[in-house]
């Protein structure tokens, strides 16, 4: 994605340096609005001293990822299925020799000697040690020293600029700008612990991002599926959505579930869920991949710390049932915990050494030197991937920089073309952002913000949104859900930073040709031209989850998200066992005409927020429940039909 920074400012630079001799002209590349809240200017960087300049450069055919994934995932495209293997990934994404070509030859003119650049193995990067004096020459910048809060030290700069003909073959250049992001993020506020922490660990922390809600304990429910509407246990889910499957090809199927530390499930919780309403999950667990230092921590023990977790694991084991092991994608240590990012590096080497672009305010960063920290290697391509992903936490959109958003989103395109299905949770505060926090009118969240406030990754166009819906008081498993308006209310919306994908267009289009919110188009994203989410749903309202040993009822699309992973699971096993490949990435399956059935389409209720009723549920697609809820029967029936 282009940094909306670039080509703002032009400014036109005298000689560089005697060996450059050329009068190039410049523009702004990236600038950061403020210094990231934690850090602050200590002092100006010492001329002399050397700093590892590395220019990202540009990836070939970037903007074509959304066709590429398109071809093997379109059902009616000729390579329906033919995911991609990790290698040719790497070759169609790999930068130019034009590009490599124009950032060595500028900074060999500006007179850094051929015999200093090195350009990375995978070609994803230009790198060059220079004195700070060579750096802020070459890119008319400024280098800084930023201390943060915990005493931690980092280099960066406020804004720089590069010669406008190399600027279309570089992403960024580090270090630079990159705190990055829009740097909004709350984190002195509320919570847990307080003061040293650095940021990065926000996305695990307990009552960040969309993490569940209860209403307390309950105890003898019994679990029948007349109480579904007051109850929700694993029988109400399979009978919502037809999922009465028994696995055959679970030897070569795969589930995964990331959850970030200090969240962690308790193996007593798991077996008290399993001897109620799971029998087939006694004795089972699941089976624990730690990333960077992760483990299933019992330092901490409350309804915060467990409650993500517990949930998770146990609807998502027991509707792929006790034979299909589950993947728990335990990531980060107990002091810094990490980042969606930090994941990411873990399952696809080429992000984690060829992209590069980690922000040490957003993403966790290893070793980490904080006491008790995770000091092995950085995990980066050493984790294999699942073939269906869940993940219930979030970022609000705007808490992320356009760049960091696309750099992110972009990876998502990439694992769908190696044929991995990813979900996230859509967000629990209606069209308002994590804590029901809205826009100001500088589009930053704030309590007294009004403008809508999508959530990342559920903007990403590549990733499969999930919103949240309910039984209604006094009704069946039998008569229609509603969107979900206890405790919490669905996420969705429409992104200020990503285009809408063609996949949406018809069903979108349809939504606001008859359905059109009469808000003014100062406080939602009204273009009609911007990803729309989520894309389906799935009951997230009292469940039944034991929670340190006690059963609490629990809210949230945390609880839609696994539920909806374990029927893409079971729908992979019966492809698998018929030779077939997985699923992959299905949004252009899910929203194409033949499949317009195979979703229970929602109609009552809606998604509040920021001081509005939120978006309205309608026919066919919506804001509030995407497609509908899924009928695995369906589903089954269609898929099994497909190459
Ligand atoms: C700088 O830009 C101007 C106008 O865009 C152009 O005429 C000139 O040739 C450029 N100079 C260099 C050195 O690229
Ligand atoms: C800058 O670094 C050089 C070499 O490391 C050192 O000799 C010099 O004293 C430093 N200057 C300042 C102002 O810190
Ligand atoms: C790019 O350069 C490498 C070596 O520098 C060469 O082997 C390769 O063929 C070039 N690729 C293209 C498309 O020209
Ligand atoms: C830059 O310096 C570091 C530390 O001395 C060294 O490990 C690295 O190889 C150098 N990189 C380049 C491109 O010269
Ligand atoms: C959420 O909002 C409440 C009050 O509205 C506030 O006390 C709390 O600190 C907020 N939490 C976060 C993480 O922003
Ligand atoms: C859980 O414990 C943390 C401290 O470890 C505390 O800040 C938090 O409020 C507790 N949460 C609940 C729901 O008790
Ligand atoms: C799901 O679809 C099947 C097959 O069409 C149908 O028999 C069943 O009633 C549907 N179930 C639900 C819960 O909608
Ligand atoms: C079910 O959970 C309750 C706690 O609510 C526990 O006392 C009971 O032993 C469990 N039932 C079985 C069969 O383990
Ligand atoms: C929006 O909120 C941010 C953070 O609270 C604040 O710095 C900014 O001034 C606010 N903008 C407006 C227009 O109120
Ligand atoms: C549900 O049924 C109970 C008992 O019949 C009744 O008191 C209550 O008002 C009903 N609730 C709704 C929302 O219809
Ligand atoms: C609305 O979304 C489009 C892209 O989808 C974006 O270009 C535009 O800036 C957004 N509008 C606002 C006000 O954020």
Redesign the pocket.
């Known amino acids: 994605m282009r940094s909306p920074w670039r080509s703002l400012v032009a400014v036109s630079l005298a000689l560089l340096s005697s060996a450059g001799s050329l009068l190039a002209n410049y523009s702004v590349h990236e600038k950061r609005t403020h210094i990231p809240s934690g850090w602050a200017l200590n002092r100006r960087h010492n001329l002399t001293s050397t700093i590892p300049l590395r220019f990202a450069l540009k990836q070939k055919n970037i903007e074509d990822i959304g066709n590429y994934l398109y071809d093997v995932s379109h059902p009616k495209s000729p390579n329906y299925g033919k995911h991609w293997t990790a290698t040719e990934i790497v070759r169609t994404f790999v930068p130019s020799n034009e590009t490599v070509d124009i950032v060595r030859s500028w900074l060999i003119a500006s007179g850094i000697g051929r015999e200093r650049i090195s350009l990375g193995r995978t070609k994803g990067w230009i790198q060059v040690n220079v004195t700070v004096e060579e750096a802020e020459q070459l890119m008319n910048t400024e280098y800084n020293v930023y201390t943060h809060m915990s005493g931690k030290e980092h280099v960066a700069c406020e804004v720089y600029y590069l010669p406008q003909h190399v600027q279309p073959h570089v992403d960024f250049v580090t270090p630079s700008v990159h705190f990055d992001a829009k740097l909004t993020r709350r984190s002195g506020g509320g919570g847990g612990g307080g003061g040293s922490a650095p940021p990065a660990r926000d996305i695990g922390q307990p009552g960040v991002g969309n993490t569940p809600k209860t209403t307390g304990t309950v105890s003898g429910i019994i679990g029948e599926l007349e109480q579904c509407d007051k109850y929700i246990t694993p029988i109400c889910l399979r009978t ?3 999922l009465f499957y028994d696995p055959v090809a679970t030897d070569k199927n795969s589930y995964g579930i990331v959850e970030y530390t200090p969240q962690a499930y308790l193996d007593s919780d798991l077996q008290m869920f399993a001897r109620n309403y799971s029998a087939d999950l006694i004795g089972k667990k699941p089976y624990l991949v730690s990333i960077d230092g992760g483990y299933a921590q019992t330092i901490h023990k409350n309804f915060s710390h467990n409650g993500e977790s517990d949930l998770d694991l146990q609807y998502g084991m027991s509707l792929v049932t006790g034979k299909q092991t589950l993947t728990l994608y335990q990531t980060g240590d107990l002091p810094e915990g990490a980042s969606f990012n930090d994941f990411l590096d873990a399952i696809d080497g080429s992000y984690c050494t060829f992209e590069g672009g980690d922000d040490p305010t957003q993403d966790g960063i290893y070793p980490d030197n904080l006491p008790g920290g995770y000091t092995g290697p950085k995990a980066c391509g050493t984790v294999k991937p699942a073939s269906v992903i869940s993940t219930s936490y979030g970022y609000n959109e705007a808490d992320l920089s356009p760049f960091y958003a696309g750099r992110q989103c972009a990876e998502y395109a990439k694992l769908g073309l190696m044929g991995i299905t990813i979900l996230y949770s859509s967000g629990d505060d209606g069209v308002a952002g994590i804590n029901g926090s809205c826009l100001n009118s500088s589009h930053i969240p704030s309590a007294d913000g009004h403008i809508f406030n999508p959530s990342f990754p559920g903007t990403c166009p590549y990733v499969t949104s999930v919103g949240a819906t309910m039984v209604k008081p006094n009704a069946t498993v039998f008569d229609p859900e509603t969107a979900c308006m206890e405790v919490i209310y669905s996420g969705g919306g429409f992104s200020n930073y990503f285009a809408m994908p063609e996949y949406q267009k018809n069903v979108v289009d349809h939504y606001l040709t008859n359905y059109r919110p009469d808000y003014p188009s100062t406080i939602w994203n009204s273009t009609g031209t911007s990803r729309a989410y989520p894309d389906i749903s799935a009951n997230g309202a009292n469940y039944v989850v034991a929670v340190d040993g006690e059963f609490h009822l629990i809210y949230g699309t945390s609880c839609s998200s696994p539920v909806v992973g374990a029927i893409f699971t079971m729908i992979n096993d019966a492809r698998l066992a018929l030779g077939k490949g997985p699923i992959g990435f299905i949004n252009p399956t899910i929203y194409s005409p033949e499949f317009a059935c195979t979703f ?1 389409d929602i109609t009552e209720g809606s998604n509040p927020g920021c001081g509005t009723a939120g978006y309205n549920t309608a026919d066919g697609w919506d804001p509030v429940t995407g497609l509908g809820t899924p ?1 695995f ?2 589903l089954f029936a269609l898929w099994l039909l497909l190459p």
Do not use: F
């Open positions: 919502l959505y037809d229970n009928n029967s369906k």
